[in-house]
């Protein structure tokens, strides 16, 4: 829609101009003040009229207002064409008038697809006949420096797609294509065939494909069923195999493709799914003149494409890749989370083969954190001023409170001992005896402030930190001091307890840059002699405690844990080193040395010099 503003001018001289007003109902013309003098025949009236039809698209109109209407219009139709254009707008300006040649600067604004707009301005050269005017044809009416054998034309550049990277700046997700490989039962001829010689296929890339595995897929999904998405390097390999395969076929798609399968192939699974629709930049594109030949031969507009900062992961390639060899050396279901106390930077999430048949259990599995608890139970007790480091407390092999017998593991016995030696040893009954001293909401409180409890919005990754339900019962107050009874807590919620003393507050965890954490409630940091407190006591838990397997990995804080469970117990090591803090478990791994060894040969697999 091409807009009206006749100037005041033009409408004082209306009595002189009365038919240059009718002519301008789709053009917007900019006169100057002199404009009436050159009559309603003027030139200015002229250019007007055709700037109007060229706006309106009626080119054969406008072509008509030329000295050359046969070479005009199919010039004026190949720049709405080669364009694309969806609107325009024309304006004129001022006329300069010599005898019988005139030149009137006009404006052109085309209004593209994808909300693209160009403008420009230019010279119409006109001319007297017959007492009127007219536009002498030449390609410059069109763009001042289109030529008169040349063509205007659109190039589109398109902008180079986000990347992934992890914290040291590889990659991890490119963008690139994957073959989708799927298979359709019902038009299997020989199923047992089909399958066998696609899982035969595929199980270089994924030793979990079986023959047996694609049929129950497929009958799960009552259709067609994804069997795999390979690169184009993977799918190359094994292309001849998958041909002619009965009720197999094969797609081609972009994607965002992983650069390397074993790299927390989950996470990466997430975080595609979090970034594949805004890795898309804005296109470029330019306004180029086009020869007779076909050739470009000249630029007229350009417009840089735009693209997507590539996307940073807090994944550090090296703890991540120490961690996952760590748990892969397990048989057990056992998982790791790591995460930067400084920062929230989550550095690793790790979880073996066995682990993973139970979903995102590192970041989302909940279960009783055992003795690794009696750090929320000493800092509520530091917290009220029940108990300090150096406070005794009576450990004897056995306490009872209410209806329950508190056991320490074989009965040991330390007798009255310093609580900060309570808590090196692990000792079950002094915590189950400061635990029944508190408050029925303390250890919620207390747990809120090491980052437990609350729930995090991680885009890219599922969380859940754990529950510490408030209780008023003596019985169950005592069993959630120790870390049984009703407390839950995942893997991926110790880490920030480990990491909350580290730091001397509870961090915020993060995974991808640009998506920032959303945290349902606030987390208040413990106060200062808390935090002095539990550092000194899970120093001596490595120096002289349930943890020195470590202690020749450097300067290691930590707390030992055995969740004890129908049929076995959890295995639990929580702690930091430097700006590095983490959980490991092992469900089912029986002793706390288990954790502690895990922990050890991630810390090991790291450089030397690595937080």
Not at 4 to 12: E, Y
Not at 449 to 455: N, T
Not at 490 to 496: D, I, Q, R, T, Y
Request: charged share 15%; with cysteine.
């Amino acid at each position: 829609m091409v807009k009206l503003r006749i100037p005041l001018s033009l409408r004082n001289c209306r009595h002189l101009c009365g038919r240059t007003a009718v002519a301008l109902t789709a053009v917007v013309v900019a006169v100057s003040a002199d404009a009436c003098a050159s009559g309603p025949q003027g030139p200015l009236a002229a250019a007007a009229d055709f700037v109007g039809d060229f706006a309106r698209h009626d080119v054969h109109a406008a072509a008509g207002r030329t000295n050359q209407p046969d070479q005009a219009a199919p010039a004026l139709a190949s720049a709405w064409g080669n364009l694309g254009a969806q609107t325009m707008s024309a304006h004129t300006g001022s006329a300069r008038v010599s005898g019988d040649t005139a030149t009137v600067d006009y404006t052109y604004e085309w209004h593209l697809a994808k909300n693209r707009v160009w403008s420009y301005t230019g010279q119409l050269q006109m001319g007297r006949v017959d007492g009127g005017w007219q536009v002498r044809w030449t390609a410059s009416d069109i763009h001042p420096q289109l030529g008169d054998t040349q063509t205007m034309a659109l190039r589109e550049t398109p902008a180079p797609r986000a990347r992934v990277n992890e914290r040291s700046g590889t990659d991890v997700l490119i963008p690139g294509v994957v073959h989708r490989i799927t298979f359709t039962l019902a038009q299997a001829t020989d199923p047992g065939y089909t399958t066998g010689a696609l899982a035969g296929a595929l199980h270089r890339f994924d030793d979990t494909v079986t023959a047996n595995g694609i049929v129950d897929a497929a009958r799960k999904a009552g259709g067609t069923y994804t069997v795999a998405l390979l690169t184009e390097t993977e799918f190359n390999q094994v292309s001849g195999d998958l041909l002619g395969l009965p009720g197999v076929t094969t797609a081609k798609e972009w994607d965002m493709v992983p650069t390397d399968r074993g790299f927390a192939p989950d996470l990466i699974t997430q975080v595609r799914k979090t970034v594949i629709d805004e890795v898309d930049g804005k296109d470029g594109w330019d306004v180029v003149t086009v020869n007779a030949n076909g050739a470009d031969t000249d630029l007229l507009k350009e417009v840089a494409p735009q693209p997507v900062p590539s996307f940073a992961l807090s994944l550090d390639r090296t703890v991540q890749n120490a961690a996952q060899r760590a748990v892969d050396g397990r048989p057990d279901k056992t998982v790791m989370v790591v995460v930067q106390p400084s920062t929230g930077a989550l550095l690793a999430v790790a979880q073996n083969e066995a682990a993973d048949t139970d979903g995102p259990i590192a970041t989302s599995g909940l279960y009783p954190p055992g003795s690794t608890f009696k750090t929320v139970t000493a800092a509520a007790a530091m917290a009220s001023g029940i108990a300090t480091p150096d406070t005794v407390l009576p450990c004897p092999g056995r306490i009872v409170i209410g209806e329950r017998t508190i056991p320490n593991y074989d009965s040991f016995s330390l007798g009255d001992v310093p609580m900060s030696r309570a808590y090196a040893r692990s000792c079950n009954t002094s915590f189950a005896e400061l635990a029944s001293r508190l408050s029925g909401d303390a250890l919620t409180t207390v747990a809120t402030k090491f980052g437990v409890g609350p729930d995090y919005s991680i885009p890219g990754l599922t969380t859940v930190s754990g529950s510490v339900p408030p209780t008023n019962d003596l019985t169950q107050r005592t069993e959630n001091g120790i870390g049984q009874g009703r407390v839950l807590v995942s893997p991926f919620g110790m880490a920030l307890v480990a990491a909350t003393v580290a730091h001397g507050s509870a961090p915020v965890p993060y995974l991808l840059s640009g998506h920032p954490t959303k945290v349902s409630a606030t987390r208040p940091a413990p106060s200062p002699t808390v935090i002095a407190g539990l550092r000194l006591m899970m120093r001596k838990v490595v120096l002289e405690g349930t943890a020195t397997h470590i202690a020749d990995q450097g300067e290691v804080y930590g707390k030992t844990g055995e969740a004890e469970v129908e049929g076995g117990s959890h295995s639990w090591f929580i702690g930091y080193r430097g700006d590095m803090a983490w959980a490991t478990m092992l469900v089912d791994g029986g002793s706390s040395d288990n954790a502690v060894a895990v922990t050890r040969d991630m810390l090991a697999a790291l450089p030397s010099g690595s937080t």
